[in-house]
Nanobody
């Protein structure tokens, strides 16, 4: 059984920063993706960022390019998402997810992620 747990959400003023953390546990193949998605009220879940676990290659949504850094600690099976210069439109529930298949072409597709955390709220407001 694979478990994914997020932490680190909260409220921040526009222009502020937050770091989200994700911990995975259980029987996990080494060649997987760990990704972050978000879902704002009334909108579909969308891709934010992802990292290929073996290579460390990173991928980001264009809408937040330059404001995100995803990193991982292979030994601890944890990943972090640093978000800077946050805007009110970044307000959403952020989810960490794990794709055990590790196929590059699907790294931005939520349907390919089998394991999801419970989500953490990020609110950007003055």
């Amino acid at each position: 059984q694979v478990q994914v747990v997020e932490s680190g959400g909260g409220s921040v003023q526009p222009g502020g920063s937050l770091t989200l953390s994700c911990a995975a546990s259980g029987r996990i193949r080494s060649n997987y993706h760990m990704g972050w998605f978000r879902q704002a009220a009334g909108k579909e879940r969308e891709f934010v960022a992802a990292i290929r676990w073996t290579s460390g290659h990173t991928y980001y949504t264009d809408s937040m390019q330059g404001r995100l850094t995803i990193s991982r600690d292979k030994g601890k099976n944890t990943a972090s998402l640093q978000m800077n210069s946050l805007k009110p439109e970044d307000t959403a529930v952020y989810y960490c997810a794990l794709d055990p298949g590790g196929i590059l072409s699907s790294i931005r597709t939520p349907d390919h992620y089998d394991y999801w955390g419970q989500g953490t709220q990020v609110t950007v407001s003055s």
